[in-house]
């Protein structure tokens, strides 16, 4: 049983610690932190998923390398500057920001990983990060800190936790994520950093990482555009003391299920805090031939700007649902297709059905809009989330770096 942690984050699960301080990488403004750690007492378990995008942040570069080696200590991140498209340099300096890290918490620069987030093409300010590394103070109460230190147009940060029993040893699993705007992951600006007491080798972290990111942070969308240095993070310690979790046992499908959990909170919190966002959408895909197909429908409504303007004009154009599906090239027979909005049915057999026009209006003036489309095909689903799409959204990054 799946049990929510109040107030939790990174460093929830023992033998984590966090922090967060500000190194004047971003304008200064009440409460604002740019520059973090997370560290584990101790030799972990490491994996990652990394963007796919073929311009990519030496941060990213740096941490996808260390990552392989499956074992480490931490990761230093800051906002404000992806630390991409600076040629040579930037490499070097996540280099350095690693071996400050190091320096600071006393251990080795390659147990140390490494996550930028901000403008691109802006070199790191290297002199300020290393005048402010040491004032990072961690605690087992900085995950908060942590979480403040890597948002960048984030309104709020994102944190959750939750434990489960597993062989009657208590289990925690926590998160934290930052990314509202240039969100259309595919590792797979978006980072998530999780952490769990767990006992879990490198080889099979990666395989349960992958599989909960793939239904999680995969799914969601907020303009369409994937960044240059998306990455989520695992960390586990084995502080708990568990017994080993072995692949393909009944321990790893309860642990995968909680961690899936963390991702999905974490990933629905990014697109409720889009850019500009008033309402999360929902998108559910079932009776699909396949689950790669029910995937991709979902990807393709959740991602329709026209879709999302529909949402933020509460106008229940069926058509642009209709529309969405068609274009992913997934397995359908248009005469087959219901839809439903908040539930309400109003597509049957891919034809329009009498409706209240005023219900459907008034359903979608909710704070979550949930498509449901089933294709009538097979017995797959997928489930995938974005925002919608407003003048705030275009007003913001029409000047953001100005």
Known sequence: MIELIQNGGVTSPKGF????????????????????????????????????????????????????????????????????????QGLDDAKEMTA??????????D?????????????????LIRQHVSNIKLSKDGGSSFAKAIMTTDTRPKEVAVSIDIGGT???IGGAAKGVGMIHPNMATMLGFLTTDASIDPDVLQKMLSKSVNVSFNMIDVDGDQSTNDSVLLIANGASESTLIELDSGDANEFNDALTYVCTELAKELVRDGEGAQRL????????????DARKAARSVSSSNLVKAMVHGR??????????????????????IDIYINDIHIVHEGVSIPFFKDAVIS?????????????????????????DLTEEYVTFNSAYST
């Open 170 to 172: 208590k289990i925690t």
């Open 363 to 387: 359903a979608m003036s909710a704070p979550e809009v949930k498509f449901r489309m089933n294709l009538n095909l097979g017995e797959c689903s997928a489930t995938a989330w974005s925002c």
């Open 111 to 127: 147990d140390i990983l490494v996550c930028s987030t901000g403008m691109i093409g802006v070199e790191l300010p290297m002199a």
């Open 281 to 292: 959408i929902e998108v559910m895909v079932e009776g699909a031939k396949d689950e790669e």
């Open 17 to 88: 610690i966090a922090g967060g301080t500000f190194a004047g990488l971003k304008t200064r403004e009440q409460d604002t932190l740019d520059l973090g750690i997370l560290l584990s007492d101790r030799q972990s378990s490491i994996a990652g998923t990394f963007t796919s995008n073929k311009v990519v942040s030496p941060s990213v570069t740096l941490s996808r390398d260390r990552s392989r080696q499956g074992i480490g200590r931490g990761v230093i991140a800051n906002s404000g500057c992806a630390n991409c498209c600076v040629g040579g």
């Open 315 to 336: 106008d229940p154009n069926w058509g642009r649902i209709m529309m969405a599906i068609g274009k992913s090239s997934v397995m359908l027979e248009e005469s087959r």
């Open 100 to 109: 400050l890290a190091a320096r600071h918490v006393d251990c080795s620069e």
